[in-house]
């Protein structure tokens, strides 16, 4: 048995609901279905009654539920146990075409290749936030004046706007 049948039998089990368990999996409901057929066949034991409302365990199907997240967990365990350590930082972008942001991104890759880096683009206006939270290891864009964050300019970019002759704008010299 996998530890994906596993996972399958947890969510199952969870959500009473072979469509919600899917959703939670990522996966399509029948294909989910059609796991669960096969792995009943397999171990020769109903795991669930099934209703046109409603799922239920069997006395088989929770006691399979409840030792399959005791394996999971193990498993989850073992593997933080064993896994080196990841370091990892938070960048907000807020202009990711821009080539500070690029050169940027491209040197801490090569300063750290095993540095873990979850990029993010929120919204302007929740950067002081998640910085003031550190949630947010660096962001990079325009200055930030919030409490108990630090904003340091690094360079200036210019940056244009390509649009169609016929928009309004495109026949103004500036665009603010």
Do not use: K
């Not at 034991?45 to 799922?55: A, K, M, N, Y």
């Not at 088989?60 to 064993?82: E, P, Q, S, W």
């Amino acid at each position: 048995m996998s530890l994906r049948e596993l996972e399958y039998v947890v969510a199952v089990h969870r959500e009473r609901n072979f469509t919600r368990a899917a959703q939670q999996l990522h996966m399509a409901q029948p294909a989910l279905s059609q796991a669960i057929l096969r792995l009943e066949r397999r171990l020769g034991v109903r795991l669930f009654d099934r209703t046109s409302r409603r799922v239920e365990p069997t006395p088989a199907g929770h006691n399979l539920a409840v030792d399959a997240l005791d394996i999971i967990d193990r498993v989850g365990a073992a593997i933080a146990r064993t896994a080196a350590p990841r370091r990892a930082v938070t960048v907000h972008i807020s202009e990711p075409a821009l080539e500070t942001p690029r050169r940027l991104m491209a040197a801490l890759r090569s300063a750290d290749p095993a540095l873990s880096i979850h990029l993010t683009t929120l919204p302007r206006s929740l950067t002081g936030d998640d910085a003031r939270g550190a949630q947010l290891s660096l962001t990079i864009g325009a200055p930030i004046h919030a409490a108990g964050a630090r904003s340091t300019p690094l360079r200036a970019e210019r940056v244009g706007a390509l649009m169609d002759v016929r928009h309004p704008l495109a026949q103004q010299d500036s665009v603010t």
